[in-house]
């Protein structure tokens, strides 16, 4: 995961090593509060980590702030329960969008331990399937 984020990535509390990402599934979430379908996702995907990590850590998300102000980006983190990318770290965001970037926000994809895209468009399914997505997902990481 490293090879992605960095040595460390922020949590509610302050800033964690990378190396603390441990769950079966990681999963990376581009959003901007000021578009009100990420708001409104944000919101079920919260419930979907909490669900899903109720009796162990199943799932790790990384949040990759899609905001041009802090201002806005430390108004809405404070609203979920995983992770983000250091909103200072600017080229490294940049980065991770360049190289995973979809078709709009808000967007969620499944990465490997090594840091590739291992299934996109995470988001409807969630949406769909709600925990029951994991099946699909754990058969995505077994594809090479």
Known sequence: MEIVFGSTIQSQSGLVATSSLDAPFSLIYFSDHNFAPCRTFTSKLANFYEQVNTAGK????VYVSMHRAPDQFFEYFPTMPWHNLPYEDIERARQVFNHFWGKG??????????????????KEMVEQKGPRCLKAWAAALRKN
Not at 105 to 122: A, E, M, N, T, V
């Open 105 to 122: 926000i808000p967007y969620l994809i499944l990465i490997d331990s090594l840091g590739r895209c291992k299934r996109g468009q995470c």
């Open 58 to 61: 199943q799932v790790d998300i």
